[in-house]
């Protein structure tokens, strides 16, 4: 059968097999014969040896399967469960508003409504508007399903019904974090393996695993790094009393916590854990708004095939890369070109792509790449030692493919 190494289960060839069987086969019934050509006995022999050879592959197929690397669906689902990680659902968008009343007292309680005059957002956690008139940011979630951006200072209408004598106005300081669809497989397994070494390898991946099973926490948005002599985490998404939680029953010292240095939006949430009270700091990192133009020509006839069946083939594969790179990390030229030509295959010929560039606008800020790239890294506007912002992509249309064939 299968031998086993340290690089996993390996299947036995056909030949060993049939000797094995034939071999236990004789030592049973001494003087049995395979050697006869179409023989009641060699018939019996081949059969078996094909039955054998895929039990062989299934036990090899099983061994290769407990390791969250190269698991299945369902074994990776139970190592999922034994480290405390569940895959990822689908989530609305979501913002963080702060409201200003008329005077103190007012309840804003869970389920109240407000707008950016497109889509509509509901309040998750109770407030009260406090002395000061203004409340401490709320979390909302949008009603509906769906992913899109939303800038800063957009949500700016309350829907529920006020009392007639009572003024309540409501905004959001920062960006919200566009809605993301299920966890795809490769990113849940990414997780389990994190989860798997979280203990071993120390406080970042304790802390990005406890952080990451909070509700509607962007994997992609979570980030653990040494600034200004602390920690600097970053979480996009989620409750952030939820969030706040995650960080206090991971994080060994909390005293070293600090706030954002490069863009993103400071958060401090006070827990109480009776009797003493906590503020636990971390950071939101800010949207970095997208739109790329992708030139392209061949060595070929202007009319060697059609650049909107170019489009229709880059344009998605370009937007899931890019509404996929974690917070802080740049954009890939060199990449961009790897998708490009993957996405073509079929459509176009490698070799005969002549010339092909991008021009990048993140958050208004132009970046434009050679014809011929070099390895150039696109990084998000307010300075190429920015970790707190990511990009986002909003639709397919963002991007315009134009052929520019001579």
Do not use: H
């Not at 406090?130 to 399903?145: H, K, Q």
């Not at 397994?189 to 798997?196: D, E, H, K, P």
């Not at 695993?209 to 998404?237: C, D, K, M, P, S």
């Not at 060595?299 to 489009?311: D, E, K, L, P």
């Amino acid at each position: 059968m299968a031998t086993l190494t340290s690089n996993g289960a390996i299947p036995s060839d056909p030949s060993i097999l049939r000797a094995e069987l034939i071999a236990t086969a004789t030592a049973l019934s001494p003087g049995l014969t395979t050697n006869l050509p179409g023989s009641l006995i060699e018939d019996m022999a081949s059969t078996a040896t094909g039955a054998l050879v895929v039990q062989d592959r299934a036990f090899v197929d099983l061994v290769n399967s407990i390791s969250p690397i190269t698991a299945n669906e369902y074994i990776l689902t139970q190592l999922g469960n034994v480290y405390g990680v569940q895959q990822g659902v689908g989530s609305n968008t979501s913002v963080s508003v702060v409201f200003t009343g008329s005077a103190a007292g007012f309840v804003i309680n869970v389920g109240f409504l407000v707008s950016d005059g497109q889509y509509t957002y509901q309040v998750q956690d109770a407030t009260i508007v406090p002395s000061g008139l203004v409340t401490n940011p709320v979390y909302c979630l949008a009603t509906t399903e769906g992913t899109w951006a939303v800038p800063a200072d957009t949500v700016t209408s309350v829907v529920t019904a006020l009392p007639s004598t009572y003024t309540l106005t409501v905004t959001n300081p920062n960006s919200g974090v566009p809605g993301q669809s299920a966890e795809n497989i490769n990113a849940f397994r990414s997780r389990v393996i994190q989860a798997g070494n979280a203990v071993a390898t120390g406080t970042p991946s304790f802390v990005k695993t406890t952080i990451q099973n909070v509700a509607n926490v962007e994997a992609r948005l979570v980030a653990f790094r040494q600034a200004g002599g602390g920690y600097e985490i970053i979480v996009g998404g989620g409750d952030p009393y939820e969030v706040a939680n995650a960080i206090y029953q991971s994080l060994f010292n909390i005293n070293n916590l600090v706030g954002a240095e490069t863009g993103g939006a400071t958060t401090t949430i006070t827990i109480y854990d009776y009797p003493d009270t906590y503020d636990i700091t971390y950071v939101q990192p800010i949207l970095q708004t997208t739109t790329i133009d992708v030139n392209w020509y061949t060595s070929a006839s202007s009319n060697f095939v059609s650049n909107t069946v170019v489009a229709a083939a880059v344009q998605p594969a370009i937007q899931n890369y890019i509404n996929n790179i974690v917070v802080g990390q740049p954009i890939s030229d060199l990449e961009l070109r790897e998708i490009f030509i993957t996405a073509t295959t079929g459509i176009l010929v490698p070799t005969q792509i002549a010339g092909l560039s991008f021009a990048i606008a993140i958050a208004s800020s132009e970046y434009s790449g050679p014809l011929y790239p070099n390895p150039i890294l696109y990084s998000p506007p307010l300075g190429s030692n920015n970790v707190e912002g990511y990009f986002y992509i909003a639709s397919p249309t963002s991007i315009v493919v134009t052929n520019i064939n001579p």
